[in-house]
Each structure stands twice: as C-alpha cells, then as structure tokens.
C-alpha cells in the first residue's frame, strides 16, 4: 500500500487508472463510491497541557498545471536506486548477519517539510519549539508524524466472500497502480548465509520512480536499527546537506544501507515496541529539510540507490556545508511478526504430544500441527481460554479488562492419530451425577469414605456412590477402576443418555433430511437446477451414518417450489414418482405423510427418476418470483408428522417478493453506511422469521440455506432462521454451473456428510467463583442457562464468558464442564461432556504470562458483530479500541514497571527493561515505551485487523448482503478459522520445497513482501488467490501455468494444469491440502501482477492502509501507544 498525503484519506482517486476508481464496476456489479477518510489520522496531535506555535514554513508546492517556482530542481533525480532485497526474498522479520555493528550513538530525528506527488497542495504544518528532554520524553509519541504521499490504490472490487462465477474481463494494458514497486524482503534465514543482491530490479513498464515521503515515530529503545557499510561496488546514496536544529549536534550524512537488516526486540525483553526515543533525541523538524526515499510507501527502511531507476527528489536542496541530521523510523521489522510467532511455536511445541494432563497449561497456537493426549482436561481442538490463569477477584478482573472467555467446539473432528471420545454407558441409571449441581462424573470429583461417596468438583456437595458403580480406593485415594473409566481420567466422553433425556420420555427417531429447490427462471437458467439433480443421484450415498452401519438410517424427502410449493411421492413401491401442489402458501400444509420421508436404498429408482424429470418438468418455466417463508413452514410440518428432527437444504436465488408469509422488499440501502441507522441493514426487517426459528428449534428442524443471488436477496433477514437454528449459509453471487459448479459441490458434499447432532441442548457448569454469564454462536436461548440448537455439526463453535460472583482460591482452581445432549444420525440420545480444569492467581503477572491471543481475538470479534446490531459501527469500533487499551495498559503498569519488578513473575520482565535501558542509555518516561506481554503482542495487529474488516469498516463496494453473510459466518467460527480469515496466509510458492512435504514459510500479509520475481498463494478460509509477479522467471511459469510468459498466463482459468513435473505436483498438492483444511471450499483465482483483479488481492493485506480507510499496523501500533499513554498519564 502507498502513503497518503498529510491528514490525507487512506485510499484517493488514483490517476494511473483513467478514471477507474470512478467507473469501473464493483465485484457485484454495484458502482463504487467514494474513499472514506482514514480511521486515524497522523499521529502528531499536541499533548494537551503543550502548546504548539508555528514557525515560518518553506514555500508550497505548486499545483499541477500552475507556474513553476522557483526552487531548483533535484540534482538527484538520476541517480540509480539499489533495491534492498534480492529478488525473489521473501521478508519475514530481522535476521542478524554475522558484519553487525551498532551505530555508536543515536541518531537524530528530524522529519523536514515533505514534498507531495500528488495533486493536492503541500498542507502547511506546525511544529512546537524546543522542549528540554523531560518535556520531551512524555509527549514523543503525540508528536509523532506519519505522513506521505497520496494512495494510488484504487478501491478494492468487492469480493463477494467466495469468488463469484462472472469475473470481469482482465485488463491487458492497465496503466501501473501507482508506485507499486515490489520489494522482496529478506527471509529468517542463518546469518551466515550470503544475500545475493547483484539481480537488478527493474520498474514496471512506463511506471515512474516510487516516491513517497514520511515522518515516522522514532525508533524505540531496545528496538534500535543496525546500520552496515555498503557492500563492494555499490553506490552511496547522495549526502543531504541542512542545518542542524539549535541545541543539536552536527550529524553525518545517512549511512547507506544496501542490505539493512535490524535488530527484533532484545533478549529477555518481551514484546517491546518502538515507542518514545531515547534521551537526546529531538522532535522538530528542521525547514527545508530533504526527505528519504521509501518503497512502497510503506515503513521500509531507506533503499540505496538502484538501477534503472531515477533517484526520488529530495525537495528543495539545501546549500548548507553542514549535512543534516539524521532521521529515526519504525521499522516494520522491529515490530511484533505474527509469522515469526506462529515459526517459532511450531519449532517449540511441534515436536512433542501435548499433554493435557497439567491444570491451566496453554496449549499450542491454532497454527502448529500437534498431537493431544487427553489425560484429564479436554483437548484444546474442544475447548480454547483466553486465558488459563483466572483472577482470584473480580476487582482483579475489572483492573486487567482481559474476558474471561471460552471457545467451545463440542463435535469437533479429531485427527486420524488421536482417540475419539469414548462412549460410556450406565444402563437404565444413567450417568453419574451430583444431587446438587447436576454436574456429570468427571476427574475432579473426589472419592471420600472408602469410596462410598464422591464431593463435587464444582459446589462441594457430597453424595453417595450407587452400589453398581462403587470400587474400593488405593493408597492415593484414587479409585482402582480410575484408567479402566473414561469419565475418571479423560477431559472428553460420552454418555448414552436414558429416555429421561428425551422429549416426551421417548426415543427419537432417526432424524430426516429434506432437499428443497427453488426451479424459478433464475435457479433454472444459471444451471443450478440440472446440476443439483445430477450431482443429489450419487450424494444420497453418503449420508451420515454410525460407525460402521452398512447404511445411513436417514430418511430424504423433496419438494421444489416458486410461487407454489410441489411435495413429491418417492415411495419405494410406486413405479414413477407422483407430484402433489399446494398453492395456499397461507395456510401451509404437507398433502401427503407416507411415502414423503423414505429410505434412500429402498427408493433408488423412484428418486433417480425424480432427479431426471425435475429439470425437464420446470425447463420452459418464465416464473421469477418465490416464496421462502412457507418452504421453511412446509418442512417444519413434514417433520412434525414423521416426530422427528432433522435437517433442511434450501436452495433459494431471489429475494422472495410473492404475496406469502415473510414475504420481504427491497431495503438495500447504501447512504445508510456510517450513519446511526446503519445497524438496521443487520437486522431482520419482519419478525415472522424469528418466530418461525423459535417453531424449528422446538422441534428440531435445523435449517442450511445455500443462495445464489445475483442481486439483494436480504441474507440478514433470510439468514434468522439459519442462525437461530444452528444452521449454515453458503453463498454464490452470480452463480454459473460451469464457473462455480466444483465450489458448489465441494461444499455440498462435505455439508451433507459431515458429523451432526440433532436437536441438542448444551449446558456450561463451573465452579464455585464463576458462572457462565454470555453466549455467542447460532443457536437460540429461552432462558439464562441452555443453548438450544436444532442441530450441531463438527464446524461450530459455541463461545462462553464467565464473570465473577465470588473469590477463587489458587489452590483449588477453576473448573468447567460443558454438557451437550444431542441425537445422533442414528437416531440414538447421548451426552457428550468437555471438562477443563484452570488456575487462578492473585498477580497479574501470572495473567498475562498464560493468555492466548487468538483466542481472544476470536471473542472480541463475536462481541463486536453482534454489537452492531444496537451500535453504530463507529462505537464498536472505539469500543474495542479501549478495552485493548486498558489490557495493555494495565500491563505496563502493573507488570512491566520498575516497581513491579519484586513481585512475582515479574523478573524477566525487570531484566528486559535492564537491557532496553542499557541500549537507549537513561529511560525517564515511564509511560514512554510500548510494552506489550509476550503472550499479547500479536493483539494489536490482529485488532487492528478485525477494525478493518468489511462489518466494522466497509467500504463502497461492499453490498449489504455480503456483511451479513460474514457476520453469519464469524458468529460460529472456531479459533483457528477467525486466525486466518483475519490474518490471511501467504504462501512463497517460487520457495516451495518440491522434494518435502513441508509448506514453504509465509511471509507477512503486507505488499511490500512481495517480489515481482515471485507466485504467492493466499487463503483466508474463504478465498484462495495465486498472484504472479511480471518478472517471474519463465521456467517457473511454464512449470506451473504450461505457457511461455507472463503476458500468456490466463488469469480466467479457475483450476491449475495437471502437469508431469515437481512445481505442479507440488503446488496443486498444496492447493489440495489446504482446502481439506478448511470447512469450505475456496475456487481458486489467478491474479497477475498490474491486472485489474489485483485491486482484490490487495484488499487481503492486512498490514497495509486499506482504500476504505483502515490504518496499517505500524499506523495502528502507534495509535495504541497514544491510547495506552492516555490512559496511564
């Protein structure tokens, strides 16, 4: 991404595209309107109490087209520009080369007046006077500048979250977005290893020098840049000459950096972040003053000059025999990598099974391959904390503002090496439980009395131990049956429930699914109609079933519908199928009960003869309008009379405008966006859907909803009923059997086959302290306690918060049971029970030292989307930003000062700032530093990508429908898929290993890591691009793509050549493997370098600014440190 002018708007129109911000047509088929203002402007507001009086200012640029000044021109303008990276690095954080050596004082920062190379005028700015250095060191970072050119991006295409069929036609001779120069950056790689920097890099074709300016935060202590000597043969860049400020030293020129590489955050000192300057460094920018170069307009390091590029200008010359000071920036390099964190957790914790045996261990990140052995508390692909170190009070709690939050997955799929969770059956009895508490047998019940009687875990009631399950105890007080039982010694089991755990005291029935499908004029003449009946004749065989069953016990029914609905008789013993009509949508009805629901194997060819005739019976139809509140009503009733729960597949394309119930309008409106009636657009606009949810949830009748609009169809609404029921949406704007048909399949199959409970009841008990007091998921509520889902599958995810309602003790500890009664797919009552033990502490230190960041990203998240449905998306917003404040906050205070330094745990945090301390000489703010704990400090990126997301911060081009769809989806989301739908993966593919089986490492999501010499892939679990870079090499494309060139690549193509060599074996292995890894498929897109579809690819770099006004994350990152100082101060 490129810098924007002074207080400029992050994203503006963008004049290398002629016009293409203002015509082209969104990814929807929707105009885009304009660039919202950025979020947060630079960050060099006075500190209050300061007062800044202006100096005189040089003379403004001129505007284009107006009389040229008369200042000179810049006698640099030729000089050739090394690129700092070698083409084809990738960039993943700092690595040390062996020749390091520190520069022997530190620089000085003197940001001058910035010379703009867009079209708006230089904008005067003010600079307070010279502060002594104690006034200094408590305001440096409200004094910090963050300025630059204005952004040649063009506004992002909406990307419809799922690649729509209908892509634009690529452009094959778009002017170059902007100084969009890619640099690669230098990967970890050991520091004896050689960079190879003698490939020139060459400019786009007919692109001009990047130019940007800046004025960055200064380095921060700890955090100081390594300046090497130029490597042999390589030119220094040109001396800038200007007076130093008074008060200041003489500084030499800029040292060269050919191959800069800085320093991470120091030994012992966790997470710290540049934030205030050392002592002696100045703040006031001297006038005149030449600025340096930066690619990309992103917060690079200064590059050498390189060939074949002219030299930025550096502004009005000065003639001064004095150079002039020399600036500090934040390096990106310097700050919190979340690909050096995910790198070293799979290094760490990859290698050994994780152990669940010890109370309140942090498991590893979501993003490391590891193997669970459950032996007492539930494996983390169950259940993931935010924390597994409680606070004793709540006082301690409300200091620290960390959630006390719980992300349960109950159904989740276990890997191939772990055991599945037994199932353990007590006949007519039922499970063991507590009379008090009704808590189900767990390890952290404790046997007294010889084992006559057991004390609850979870309120300290005693009851006594029926005579079938008593066993005698050993000399440890552990029961001799203790390893023979799941319930003692596993996290994770099952129970087979009794009849009192059914409706009516009865069994259930094997559940039904019902497949029901729009045949209106669109559903027919996009194909999806004739694709589905084909592709149902083989999908039938793989219903869900149990174990090793020979067959599913699930029972399928159909009806179609437009304005009318059509039931259609399948019985086995009819020799065609036979259609009934019902046209009073009114007063819906199912016209027949035998022969609707029937057994797949039975029926095969009364269905497969339905199947065929379908297309043909509706092919002529001119029908556009639908119904879609009686279909829902239809299968409610169908499954009532069978007295059975089950599931509804609805394949709907239009909003439904018939006169039936829940018949909708058109409510899309986009002068809504950022205003107070903004949160209307997310809620349903009839309440019939919600009382229709309640009726599907008594009686179990989840339902699935898979739209192809190719306009508003109003998913917020049309979605209750999928939300409330525990339901999922899929969604393919402008849907084409031939384009989207795999896509469509893909999640088809895998939504029919995998795992399910049906009419469930799940229940959250804790331990005396704690209660569970929020829920946020699909899935309905009718009182303070049980979550009721008509279904639950293996992908949903149910998050908990607990307050306090008493003290905890250390020694005890916390415990959670989470109880999921359900039906299985044959038709059999179980309880399935998650148990997780965790400690609690009276020092914040031990808070923050065993918290997980993705975890509780994952709640804010959920917390914020559903926010926005009683608050403007601005509030959220600034909601989210103050809690993150005051977690942090509440650090540095507590945990990284020097008077914290005695207490307990705080040790390593002391010896951090000792050698921050040596480095940046006397530290005399104490609010100066950004500190951030070591378990946290990915939390401000990963926030920060959450506040630029399409809910919280939309931009023009995206519709109405695609926000409620994402918040639909974020709602149940587990821990591992918020990570990367926030945090997208981008893959080196030119890296790639064709030998091993391991994934090539991935660079951070930001522009700036690529190289034009290499092919990235990108996933966030949704979408899947491969960019191109113009200058990669011509056997790596023939390798992949089997064409020649660059220009010969089609980037239409949705599926990648099966070809016999490494490079393609390899990259679609890897294309396959990362889809199996995702609950839905992603179609695969191909962007080229400079392409029109590459305006979408950028839109998923999330460290960079964004074109609907989000900040980048050094952006970001200093405006948490203004915040946390606020707060402190």
């Not at 050739?80 to 020749?99: F, K, L, R, S």
């Not at 590893?364 to 597994?388: E, H, I, M, W």
């Not at 004739?530 to 599913?552: I, M, Q, V, W, Y």
Request: net charge neutral; aromatic share 8%; charged share 15%.
């Amino acid at each position: 991404m490129n810098q924007q002018g002074h207080m400029a708007s992050y994203g503006q129109p963008q004049p290398g595209y002629q016009g293409y911000h203002q015509q082209q047509l969104a990814y929807d088929n929707q105009h885009m309107t304009g660039v919202p203002p950025p979020q947060y402007g630079p960050y060099n507001g006075p500190v209050q109490g300061y007062q800044q009086t202006a100096v005189p200012q040089g003379p403004l640029r001129p505007v284009p087209g107006s009389a040229p000044t008369s200042v000179p021109p810049s006698t640099t303008a030729q000089q050739p520009v090394y690129n700092q990276y070698g083409q084809g690095d990738v960039h993943n954080g700092p690595a040390v080369p062996e020749q390091m050596q520190r520069v022997p004082q530190s620089q000085q920062y003197m940001p001058g007046n910035t010379l703009h190379s867009g079209s708006q005028p230089m904008p005067y700015q003010q600079y307070a006077p010279s502060l002594s250095h104690a006034q200094q060191l408590p305001n440096q970072m409200a004094h910090m500048q963050i300025t630059g050119v204005s952004s040649n991006s063009a506004s992002p295409v909406s990307q419809g979250y799922g690649p729509p069929a209908s892509r634009p036609p690529a452009a094959t001779s778009l002017p170059p977005v902007g100084p969009a120069a890619y640099s690669a950056a230098p990967q970890n790689i050991p520091s004896s290893t050689p960079q190879d920097n003698s490939l020139p890099q060459h400019p786009f074709p007919g692109q001009p020098s990047p130019v940007s300016t800046f004025s960055s935060p200064p380095t921060s202590i700890g955090l100081t840049g390594v300046i090497h000597p130029p490597s042999v043969g390589m030119q220094r860049p040109p001396t800038m000459h200007g007076q130093p400020l008074p008060g200041q030293p003489p500084s030499g020129p800029y040292p060269p950096q050919p191959n800069h590489r800085s320093l991470g955050p120091q030994p012992g000192m966790p997470g710290a972040i540049p934030g205030a300057p050392t002592q002696g460094f100045q703040m006031h920018p001297a006038p005149n003053q030449g600025f340096v170069p930066q690619q990309n307009g992103s917060f690079a390091q200064m590059r050498a000059p390189q060939p074949n590029y002219a030299a930025p200008s550096t502004g009005a010359p000065n003639y001064s025999s004095q150079p002039p000071p020399q600036q500090k920036r934040l390096d990106p390099d310097s700050i919190p990598s979340p690909i050096q964190v995910i790198e070293d957790d799979k290094s760490n914790r990859g290698s050994e099974p994780f152990s669940t045996a010890v109370r309140g261990q942090v498991p590893p990140l979501v993003t490391t391959d590891f193997v669970v052995k459950d032996q007492g508390n539930a494996s983390p692909r169950f259940v993931r904390c935010a924390t597994y170190n409680i606070p004793c009070t709540s006082d301690m709690a409300k200091q620290c503002q960390v959630p006390l939050t719980t992300v349960i997955k109950p159904l989740a799929t276990l890997p191939a090496d772990e055991a599945h969770p037994f199932i353990v059956d007590h006949g007519e009895t039922g499970p063991i439980r507590c009379n008090r508490c009704k808590a189900y047998m767990c390890p952290y019940m404790q046997f007294i009395e010889g084992g006559r009687r057991f004390q609850c875990a979870f309120c300290s009631c005693v009851t006594e131990v029926l005579p079938h399950y008593f066993q005698h105890l050993d000399h440890t007080g552990k029961r001799m049956d203790y390893y023979d039982r799941p319930e003692l010694s596993l996290g994770s089991y099952e129970f087979l429930a009794t009849v009192d755990y059914c409706k009516n005291n009865k069994f259930p029935n094997p559940p039904a699914f019902i497949f029901m499908i729009d045949v209106s004029y669109n559903a027919l003449k996009s194909g999806l109609v004739h694709l589905l009946c084909e592709e149902l004749k083989t999908l039938l065989d793989f219903l869900p079933r149990e174990g090793n069953a020979e067959e599913s016990a699930i029972r399928v029914g159909f009806v179609t519908y437009n304005k009318v609905l059509h039931f259609y008789n399948v019985k086995s013993s009819l020799a065609q199928p036979q259609m009934m009509v019902v046209s009073d949508v009114a007063d819906m009805f199912v016209p027949l009960l035998d022969g609707f629901l029937v057994n797949v194997n039975e029926s095969r060819a009364v269905i497969n003869s339905l199947l065929e005739q379908i297309p043909e019976m509706f092919g002529d139809t001119r029908e556009t309008e639908t119904v879609f509140g009686p279909v829902i009503q239809a299968g409610l009733e169908a499954l009532k009379a069978a007295e059975c729960a089950g599931k509804l597949f609805i394949f709907h394309s239009t909003l439904p405008l018939a006169e039936a119930p829940g018949k909708l309008k058109n409510r899309d409106d986009k002068k809504l966006i950022n205003t107070d009636k903004e949160k209307t657009l997310f809620q349903p606009q009839t309440s019939f859907y919600n009382n229709l949810a309640k009726e599907c949830v008594a009686q179990g009748c989840c339902v699935d909803l898979f739209l192809f609009p190719n306009q508003y169809v109003d998913v917020a609404t049309l979605g209750l009923v999928t939300y409330q029921t525990g339901g999922s949406i899929y969604k393919y704007t402008y849907f084409q059997a031939q384009a989207d048909g795999e896509r469509f399949l893909n999640d088809l199959h895998r939504d029919v086959r995998k795992v399910i409970g049906f009419d469930a009841v799940m229940r959250v008990r804790t331990s005396t302290g704690i209660r569970a007091t929020d829920f946020f998921g699909s899935f309905y509520m009718s009182n303070t306690t049980d979550v009721e889902l008509a279904a639950l599958d293996c992908d949903k995810t149910i998050t908990v918060e607990f307050k306090h309602d008493d003290k905890l003790n250390e020694d005890s500890g916390a415990q959670i049971q989470c109880a999921l009664l359900y039906t299985s797919c044959s038709g059999q009552r179980r309880l399935r029970i998650h148990n997780l033990s965790l400690n609690c502490c009276t020092q914040l230190a031990d808070l923050y030292r065993n918290c997980e960041t993705d975890t509780l990203i994952n709640f804010f998240v959920k917390l914020a989307y559903r926010a926005v449905l009683n608050n403007s998306t601005k509030t959220v917003r600034e909601s989210l930003i103050n809690q993150s404040a005051q977690i942090l906050a509440c650090y540095r205070k507590n945990c990284a000062s020097p008077s914290s330094a005695g207490q307990s745990g705080s040790l390593d945090h002391f010896r951090g700032r000792l050698a921050v301390n040596r480095i940046a000489m006397e530290l005399q703010s104490q609010t100066g530093q950004l500190i951030l704990p070591e378990c946290m400090k990915l939390l401000p990126v990963y926030l920060n990508c959450v506040l630029k997301s399409d809910i919280l911060q939309p931009g023009g081009d995206v519709s109405t429908d695609d926000r409620a769809y994402i918040r639909h989806l974020i709602a149940s989301m587990d821990v591992s898929e918020t990570n990367v739908f926030f945090y997208p993966r981008v893959l080196p593919v030119h890296k790639m290993d064709v030998d091993g089986d391991d994934f090539p490492v991935a660079v951070r999501c930001s522009e700036e890591r690529l190289s034009k010499g290499g092919i990235y892939l990108l996933e966030n679990g949704l979408n899947l691009f491969i960019w191109v870079g113009m200058s990669t090499q011509h056997d790596l494309i023939q390798s992949i793509f089997n064409v020649q060139s660059f220009g010969q690549i089609d980037s239409g193509m949705a599926t990648l050549p099966q070809l016999d060599n490494p490079y393609s074996k390899k990259l679609r292995s890897m294309v396959d493997v990362i889809r199996a890894q995702r609950p839905r498929f992603m179609k695969l897109l191909i962007v080229k370098q400079e392409d029109k579809m590459e305006v979408l690819f950028k839109h998923f770099l999330m460290e960079d600014k964004s074109s609907n006004g989000g900040a980048s994350y050094v952006d970001f990152l200093c405006h948490m440190h203004k915040e946390i100082r606020q707060l402190l101060s």
